[in-house]
């Protein structure tokens, strides 16, 4: 689809919440506000169906079998390994199928346990979910290796003098988030892997968690010039279960398999096994077949309605949101995390309001039928040491979310907060 204007892309999102059956309904009376999309996003009829027609048309094991059903599911099943590589613009070779970021994050470094040695060193910053944030810790243990953060100043920016002073020939690994699935920071990670690569001499494996990226903006492996970008289909509209690792081959060659079985050997013996090419090394057992090629026709229907359209209209609703809560916070005693500038902000907010536990906050805003989590949001490091708080609030938007619905959400947050105050619950 061609690019659209600002009104022409509020009218064409409007509409498009017809294809989420789930959108329809009402929750405690009211209709249904989702903004729980930074845990997962909702589901198209187009992908539900796909699910239902593998299974009742030609559910069957791929790689294997030479009859119709296995080379139609097969067929199918490859096709998005395609598909995917050029939603990213990858080679084939390059995409893994794995059930999610968490997955693709272990498959990364438990790949990487024979290379990395004692001594050597491991960058990730302290606004990483847990699972690109344990994993490394657990590598570091493993290997002796030295795990170093990237601070997070108070704007909630990455600080990006102290992260070249981390930089050095140790250097094996440097982790990083795309987009802080806390703060909605938006880190320049272009710009950090062009200094990473050229201040270790090209000799650190450079590795994206593209969990909340991958669904809000064209991404180009290519141009970023990552060594791996790791994402989950299911914060994309896609099912869950089923996520992709992106290795440049050059990356891909450097990492070992670490899960052994079926479809991942070439020749067994009794005493000694080869391995299959990659990418299918990584890949043992049978996959989530179902889930894999309904990602396929998440792919399509997000490719149809166009990165770039969806990446604008983000910022639509973000601008809209960042202009309202000025008021909230200024009058209501609320605090909002993260960047405020559009460039550096996706649609992700936390926040907290003074004398309300979080927890308090997604009850009372479930029963007005807004969907939001509270927590640490898998992130106790950023919660607890730089956010300074047990817990935040976050909403997080996605194409289906409309400026009407962020009218609600402030009224109904302004009500939250004035029913506290005056010991009055409102249900
Ligand atoms: N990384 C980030 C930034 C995330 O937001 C999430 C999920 O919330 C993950 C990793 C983990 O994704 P998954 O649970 O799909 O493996």
Known sequence: MKQLSNQELIKYFKKIRKDFPILKQKVHGKKLVYVDNG????????MIDSISDYYSKYNSNVHRGLHTLSEKATSEYEKVRTKTANFINAKEEEIIFTSGTTAGLNLIANGLLDKIKKDDEIIISEMEHHANLVTWQQLALKTGAKLKYVKVLQNGELDF??????????????????ISNVLGTINPIKKIIEIVKRKTNHKCLTIIDGAQSIGHMPIDVKKLDCDFFVFSAHKMCGPTGIGIVYGKYSALEKITPSIYGGDMILEVEFEKSSFNKIPFCFEAGTPNIADTIAFGTVIDYLSNIGMKNIEHYDKILTKYFLDEIKDLEKNYGFHFYGPKAISKKSAVFSFTIDGV????????????GIAVRGGHHCAMPLTNSVM????????????????????????CLKKVKSEFDKGEFLF
Not at 168 to 173: D, L
Not at 357 to 368: C, M, V
Not at 390 to 409: G, L, M, P
């Open 39 to 46: 845990a997962t996003a909702q589901k198209p009829q187009v």
């Open 161 to 178: 003098k102290q992260a070249e002073s981390l930089l050095n020939k140790k250097t094996k690994i440097l982790a990083i988030t795309h």
């Open 357 to 368: 536990h979080s927890h308090d906050i997604s009850t009372i805003l479930d029963k007005f």
């Open 388 to 411: 300074k708080v047990v817990a935040s609030s976050r909403i997080s938007f996605y194409f289906y979310n409309t400026i009407s619905e962020i009218d609600y959400i402030i009224n």
